[in-house]
């Protein structure tokens, strides 16, 4: 399985790139991470010009900025191989793929990469919006494990499963949470990241947080957001709150201690903490210093 750098995705904006405002916005937000939309927040008429200022964008930014990612048209589509081109030329931290139904659409994106000599480092992440992509998890995970594939991360497609479905959304999300679930454990199988999905009424903070901590307790990683609003809460909610940076660090120093060399199994204040519970504490540590 591929060793990755921990980088925090807590907060994910999807930004129109044809909206100049929005995107000049950017630089004064807290999120970890843009995605610079070329897909559905785009008319097929402005794809062209939209293309051209993500390029512009992604190009100008600026050091130490949030992670850029392009969501780029189907590869299948008029405008795919053009929207790949351009965000491998203007040097994205990723490509977010839509409509991901199986590993072959990873494979036919990262095969197109390689033919440009595109940097491993540019990563692809795969839309989950389909009942098809759903029932492949378990296929894309596996590809994940394997770095020259590029994947790193699952997106959860939450308004395009609801419509490819037909189920009802629901503010508890009782009819998504099983296929959500899944998103979770293949990403965590593969070794890679998984962000919820979008909450589409962003002037209802309150069940925005609620569904933050929701898909925290699911195991997601962050959230995407469609509002600027949404970043500070987002944030919040999926970092580690203070009982578990204290709990962690519990861990990490008892691990440390000379009496504990070498012991798969410890106690610490009557509960029995296994090497298992040092990662886990390792990774929140990790996490909290990026």
Known sequence: MPIRPIRPRRSVLYVPAGNEKALAKVATLACDAVIVDLEDSIAPQAKAAAREAMRAFVAGRAAGGPEIVVRIN???SEWGTEDLLAARAARADAILLPKVEGPRDILE???ALDDTDAPLELCLWAMIETPRAVLNLGALAELA???AARLSCFVAGTN???KETGVRATPDRRYLNAWLSQ???AAR???IDALDGVSNDFRDLDAFARECAEGRNMGFDGKTLIHPAQVEPATRAFSPDE???SEARAIVAAYAAPENAGKGVIQIDGRMVERLHLAQAERVLA???R
């Open 183 to 185: 998103i979770v454990l």
């Open 189 to 191: 199988a593969a070794g």
């Open 160 to 162: 395009d499963l609801v």
């Open 109 to 111: 994106a990262d095969e």
């Open 74 to 76: 189907p590869l299948s």
């Open 145 to 147: 494990r394997d770095a």
């Open 287 to 289: 996490r909290a210093g």
């Open 243 to 245: 009982d578990e940076l």
